[in-house]
């Protein structure tokens, strides 16, 4: 799954690949968000912590799993 964050007055997005699905993502953050904790912490597939100040979250955009292909491909007719 991945999970961008934008982060108010940063131009860069957080970018996290993680192994929760995406209602336990949105559930943690919203939580976050909803009392007022100072941190929101998200682990990664290689289990790093990723840890950003609630406070300075600009959005979150929570992906899906499916994997986009690349190249050519046949059409159908």
Do not use: C, H, W
Request: charged share 30%.
């Amino acid at each position: 799954m991945e999970v961008r964050i934008g982060v108010q007055n940063v131009a860069r997005e957080i970018v996290v690949e993680t192994e929760a699905a995406a209602e336990d993502v949105e559930k943690t953050i919203a939580e976050a968000i909803e009392s007022n904790k100072p941190l929101v912490t998200l682990t990664d597939r290689r289990d790093k912590r990723i840890v950003v100040p609630t406070a300075s979250i600009g959005y979150v955009e929570i992906g899906s799993d499916t994997k986009q292909s690349v190249g050519f491909a046949a059409l159908a007719e």
